[in-house]
């Protein structure tokens, strides 16, 4: 088995949290409908950059950050 990369710990995190915040705290379901939705959806890119190249998908982040914060 491949060790886990960093998008799906991140995504393992979040869901993990969620579902132990769910059972001691009463969280809204718009906050834990979104963690897990984050979750998941990091998940799936963690498990599509196992087998892909992912430089054209951290090319456009850096772009999107610098867009975003150079302003």
């Known amino acids: 088995m ?4 960093k998008y799906m710990r991140i995504g393992m995190l979040c869901v993990g949290i969620t579902f132990i915040l769910k059972q001691f705290i009463i969280l ?3 906050v834990s ?9 990091l998940e799936l890119i963690g498990v599509y950059s196992m087998r892909h ?3 054209k998908f951290k090319n456009c982040k850096r772009n999107f950050l610098k867009k975003c914060f150079n302003k």
């Open 2 to 5: 491949r060790k886990l990369n």
């Open 33 to 41: 409908g979104v963690l897990i939705g984050f979750g998941l959806g």
């Open 28 to 30: 809204p379901e718009l």
């Open 53 to 55: 190249d992912m430089s």
